[in-house]
């Protein structure tokens, strides 16, 4: 197998990359809609890549078990704060229950798929938990951020709590159910990509992208479930 190595990209050829970018800022100015909103994620994404990258390049290299903990906490609060920003309810409560839901599902999840699939040692190995903890933490994320959003709205329909849990859920999974269904056929996930654009064989990369699927569909569905059942009114005992 001829092996490939990435080139490092130079930041005049990353401007290239806001080519495309800039031509969707276009046509939502050409439309009269609004592009402030756009313009603020697309600059902080761009601050937060580069100083992640700095902190990442650090942490990788101090591999500090307590520093580790401490960043996985941090990105459990704000998963759980940015989760709960398209739910009409009160928001204390509600971060209560997402912190807790985003907690447990990522948190079982990265025991099995650290120490069951890739036994790593030590247990807080930053260059892999990092990664795929903020997978486990996005996936549970988006998960609690559907289903709370369907959930009050049903309740607001006049739903009973079981039927809104049971809508809520089915919505909450959809994104990772069709990502099941059309990895491999529509898309190569971005695991895998990565993989095998730095070299390593198609055949190991699908495995590590399976265990990618397995873990964020996972982590999705338990962290919609757990949010929902402590959602559950008091004077409710249904299960």
Known sequence: ????????????????????????????????????KTIHALIRMLVQLLLVGFFLSYLFESNN??????????????????????????????????????????????????QG????????????LIPLAGM?????????????????????????YKEARNIAFQASIIPNVNALLAVGIVS????????ILSGISPFIAARYQIMVMCMIFASAGISSAYFLYLSQPKDEKTI
């Open 1 to 36: 197998m001829i092996e490939h190595t990435l080139s490092i990209i130079e930041l005049p050829q990353l401007a290239l990359a806001f080519i495309p970018v800039l031509l969707v800022i276009f046509i939502q100015y050409s439309w009269s809609l609004p592009q402030k």
């Open 65 to 114: 078990a307590w520093i580790v903990l401490i960043l996985l906490i941090i990105m459990i609060l704000f998963s759980s704060r940015i989760a709960l920003n398209n739910i009409n309810a009160p928001k204390k409560t509600l971060f209560q229950r997402a912190v807790l839901a985003i907690s447990l599902s990522s948190f079982l999840t990265l025991l099995v798929i650290t």
């Open 117 to 128: 699939v890739l036994q790593l040692s030590p247990w807080y190995q930053a260059q892999t």
């Open 136 to 160: 486990v933490f996005a996936s549970s994320m988006n998960s609690v951020s559907l289903s709370g959003e369907r959930f009050y709205a049903e309740l607001a329909n006049k739903k009973n």
């Open 188 to 195: 190569l996930p971005g695991m895998m990509t990565g993989q």
